[in-house]
């Protein structure tokens, strides 16, 4: 009866660690590989546009699309950036520092940070304040 990590002394027990090493190694490069093939660097060069146009540039390169609230972002910034193969996240926050940016696969999520200015609500939202008079005692 053979128990769990004894051999019978044949010889495929000593072929079986160097396989293991070499599995080991090859999903070690896999995965490695495969992050970095994720979120590809992206390139761009742009002076004085606003953040609607850096975001609507970065998309026409195909790498990215982007998903975020327009009221949570101030669209109308006027921004520069030269970035050379960046990541994504590093140029958004240079641009937009008072978002967060998540990354999955190529969408990129943008949601304000907790305590960022956010633009008011328009004036047909808004709740109507009453001043009371004052009771003197």
């Not at 060069?45 to 195909?62: F, S």
């Not at 193969?85 to 940070?113: G, S, Y």
């Not at 960022?116 to 005692?137: E, G, N, Y």
Request: hydrophobic share 45%; aromatic share 8%; with cysteine.
């Amino acid at each position: 009866m053979k128990f769990f990590g004894q051999s019978d002394g044949s010889a495929p027990h000593k072929r079986r660690l160097p396989v293991k090493i070499m599995s080991l190694f090859i999903f070690l490069f896999m995965s490695v590989g495969g992050v970095s093939a994720a979120n590809p660097p992206v390139t761009i060069h742009l002076k004085n546009v606003t953040v609607a146009e850096l975001l609507r540039q970065i998309e026409a390169q195909g790498k990215y699309s982007f998903a975020y609230n327009n009221a949570d972002i101030d669209l109308t910034r006027v921004v520069s950036v030269a970035a050379e193969a960046w990541p994504i996240e590093r140029i958004v926050l240079k641009c937009i520092p008072d978002v967060l940016v998540n990354v999955e696969r190529n969408k990129v999520i943008l949601t304000p940070r907790r305590g960022a200015q956010v633009s008011p609500p328009p004036a047909k939202f808004r709740a109507r304040s009453r001043t009371l008079p004052v009771i003197p005692s």
